[in-house]
Each structure stands twice: as structure tokens, then as C-alpha cells.
């Protein structure tokens, strides 16, 4: 009875590996074709859409991609201005708040924490018309700008790192940089912010990924192609023009993908564990 | 003695104050602007004056009515579940799977890593990477599902609102459920190990331990996976916007989609638009509220609940000396 049931669970076991490197090959499989098919030509795309190896029409696919109005190195520059800045704003003054939500008793700092959990959740898109005319009215569209310093106010930020700084800080080294005559903003910008350290790496990296990645506010906003981003960029393979250079969308695609690949395979490790602790909230 | 009596209570207000002046300025700011406009005129390109309406709830009659918005409205709630229940059903399946002690699956850093790898790809990126290989009559995975033989014609699933809402709710849910799965493995690894060493000690299957134990534990964060999913796929713009612009027939227009097309793709109905954001505001607010009492702080409400019995306590003695 003993060798049937774990006969069972060995074969439990392979259907459990089966199923996930199921998964596993359900996530790489479409980046896969679609880096194979960049090397392709769209006649051989024609004739068979799933390539598994590379071709040799990587070149002629670039020309074709970069003749018309795709522009990733624009695309990648106005990305990472506005990614880098707005990280930058959310992450330092994120941690700001949240040290004096934690480092002094203020009357309102409780009623402050209740209103930054209330907002916690309301998306940018709700206000998008108001801001759009807004940024209109001051002549503020066709700037990085209002992509950038709205970040300064990021509440779910402020709430990672108050938890972060609940069970790391110590008040004592607050106070004895006190003694020592340190002023407010001294003590936390050498003191508590190399502290703060690892919480600021794993919410600068979702604060990155996400302002990379967004599309609603830059679509809006940005009209004039010298400030596109590259969702933006990627926007315009959907065009009438690429619509038989089935080889250059691809290659357009991985362009926008291999920043990414790169960055997430060098710091997955960090990255799914950020995920986690993101959760232990309760 | 005078060293005592220095507060530093004002710079708690001091360092709170760029957040609350980006929040005042970007955030409440455009939302009462928006508001505005929501019970005005505004519409054509290039205006920005504000003529409040002789009957100022037409926009919202006009949003609400449209059958288009209650259509965008109905897509953006039929494409989140049938991206949420597998989502939630194969995460919560392969939590198990990984917080199983007894099966020691092993590599399951790589498999984590490479199931929640989508989640931080560009979703434009991805919107037209599926457009690509869904193409008809050849596309990758025509061309699949001919070569395994489970069609025998191509299929056009650009063209037929089921299908493409389908292979939406499939984007969805392919970028969240890894996701959806760290987080609810991290409430696993949360929960005391003595009761699970209990449990086993009284005989439990692995089976009735899940459901048993893991399970019922885990109730908060699979609220907290629901309701964040769904003020997420409230939010649903990117994919369906670029996948499919909308169609066919409109049959992936989504909420914030709708808003877009509003304000920016032609029409430039600005009011209309704020109207319809508005009603969205509502929604995620009341599910925001859900989220927040799911989440309050179980010892202050337990400790308030405790206060209130006290009072009502004392009051009912009161009322009995009394006669």
C-alpha cells in the first residue's frame, strides 16, 4: 500500500512538472517567435509563421523598420528621461513622507495616513480630461514634464516605505544624530535614506517598469513625434504603413522587449521578491 | 531642562508637504477640473472655457444612456472574468503546488521567474505582439493549431467579437497570474507552520489541508487579488485600445477606451468624456472602500468593537440603577 501511494505521488509529481514547464513555455514561446520572426523575411513569415531559428534578414528588416515613422532611439530617450525622473521624485519623496509619518507625532499624521490609503487606488485615468486641460491651459502638452513631477505624489510608495521604516527604524539613531547637533533634513538624507536602501531599490524598479510602460497620459499628451515615447513607438507599428512588413514589426517589437529582457533577467531575483513583500500588507 | 521642550512635530508637516503639493496640484486639481467639465459645454479642440449647462446632469443622462458607454461598460466586466476566475484558479493551484511540503517540487525559482516574466513586459508591446501572431489566414498561432489538427480551416479572430474578447481576456490573464501567484505563495509562507505540523500530526491529506487550513487562511489576500484585479481591469486601456482599436463591432471597447475615443480620437467631446470618467471614479471609489475594509487594521477594530460593548455596557447598568 505504502510503494502504490508513492507510485501515486511520483506520478502526481510529473504531472505537475509537465504542467508547469507548460506554463513556462506559454510565457517565452510568443517572445520567442517574435524575435525569430524580427530575423525573417515577411515571404518566409508567409509561408510559415512559427520560425524556430533565426534567418538572415535581420538588416533588411532594420531598414525597412527605420525608413518610415518608428523611431526607438528617440522612443528610448524620452522613456528614459521620464522613467528616470519620475522614479527619482517617487522614490525620494515617497520616502520622505514616509519617514515623517513615522518619525514624528504630528495631530494629523494619523488622519494623513488614513487619506493617502483612501487614494491609494484611484488611477490616473479618472482626472485624465481635467489634466489634459490643465496642462493645455499652461501649455504644458508636448512636455515630459507632467510625465514626470506627478510622481513626486506616488501613495502606494509612501505606504511601502512607512511599512518598511515601521520595522527597520530605530528612533534612537534619530535622536543620537540629534545630539551630535545634525540638522532634520541631514540626518534623514545620510542617515535614514542609506537605511532605507534595499526598500528604495525594489520600489525604484516597479516605479521604473511602470512609467516605462505607460501609454494613456503620453498618448494624450504628447502630440509632437520628437517626444514620443516607446509605448508610443510601439503604437505606430499598428499602422497602415507596416501592415505587410511583417518581418520589421517584429523586429520594431523585440526593439521595445530587450530592454526589458535585460533588465528583468539581471534583477528577477529581486524583482519577484519585491512582488512578494508587496503583498505581505496585512 | 530646555532641551526638553523642542518639538520637532512641524517637520513632520515640513517633509509631507511636496507630496501633498503634487497631490493638490496634479491629482485633485485635474479631478474637481474634470468634474467641472463634466457639467459643462466643453467640446471641439483648442477650448478651455467653462459654460456650465442650463440642465448641468446632461452629460451624465447622455453617458449614461448611450448604449455604447453601458457596451463598454459590459465588455470591461465580461473581459475581467474570463480573465480572473482562471487567473485566480491556476494561481491558487499552483501555490499549492509550490507550498506543498511533502512534493518538494523542485526548480521552481526558474519556473516563478519565467511565469511572471510577462507582467513587466510593455502591455502595447504585447497588444501588438498578439495582434501578429493571431493574424488570419497565416499567423502563428493559426498555423499551431492547424499543425496539431484541432481546425481545420484558419480562424479569423480579429473578426468575431467572441474570439476577441477571448484572446483579450487571455492577455490579461496570461500577464497577471504569475502575479496573482507570488503574492498568494507569499500568504502561504505567512501562515504559522505549527499548524500545518497539526494538522498532519492528526492525519490530514494534502488535500484537506489546502482546503482546510491554507485555504480559509488565505481569505484576505484573495479579496485583496480581487479587488485590486478589479480596479485594475478597470483601468484596461492599453490592450484593448491597441489590439483590436475597439472592435470588431466595438466588442473590446472598454471604459477607459471609451473616455479616449471621447476626448481624443476625433470627437473631442471633452464633456462627455469627463461625465464618463466620473461614473467611473464612482465605481473604483466604492470598490477602493471594499478594499480599505478588508484591509483596515484588525486590532484598532477589534479594540473599538471592544470600547462600544463597554459603553453600551455601562449604559444598560446605568439604565438599570436607574430603575
Redesign the interface.
Known sequence: MNESMSKS?QV??VI??IV?TF??I???F??W??FMNATRSTFQ??Q???GLVPSTFLMSNYKILMGKTFNPITGFINSMLISSGATLGAVY??S??A???V???????QP?FTFI???????T??????????M??IDWTNSLW?LI?????TPAV?FFMRQYLLATLSLDIVDSARIDGAK??YT?NRIILPIMKPAIATQAIFQF?FH??Q??LP??LLTNNSKYT???M??L??GDIYKTE?GS??LG?SM??LP?FIV??LL??Y??AG???????? | MQRKTISYAKYGYFFSIPFVLAFLIFNLYPLIYTTVIGFTDLRGLMRTDINILENPLDNFRAVLSSPLFQRSLSNTAIIWIFNFIPQIVIALLLTAWFTNRHLKIRAQGIFKVLIYMPNIITAATIALLFYSLFGYPKGPVNDLLLGLGFIDQPLNFHLQRWTARGVVAFIQFWMWYGHSMIILIAGVLGINPTLFEAAEIDGASATQIFFRITLPRLKTIVLYTLVTSAIGGLQMFDIPRLFLLGGPDNATITATVYIYNQAFSGSYLYNRAAAASLILFVIIAILSAILFYVMRDRDLVRQRKRERQMRRDARARAREVAV
Open positions: 505521488r502526481y509529481k505537475i512538472y508547469c506554463l513556462a506559454l510565457s517565452i510568443p517572445f517567435i517574435m513569415i508567409q510559415n509563421s512559427i519623496f515617497s520622505l513622507t519617514y515623517a509619518l518619525a514624528y507625532s504630528w495631530k494629523l499624521r494623513f490609503m483612501a487614494v491609494l487606488m484611484i488611477p485615468q479618472v482626472n485624465a480630461i481635467g489634466f489634459y486641460q490643465f493645455y491651459r507632467p513631477l506627478p510622481a513626486i505624489a509612501v532634520e533634513l534623514f517598469v516605462w510602460n501609454l494613456f498618448l494624450i516607446m509605448p508610443i510601439v503604437s507599428l499598428r511583417y514589426v517584429y517589437l521595445t522587449v526589458l528583468y533577467f528577477s531575483k524583482i519577484i512582488v512578494a513583500l508587496g503583498a505581505l500588507k496585512e
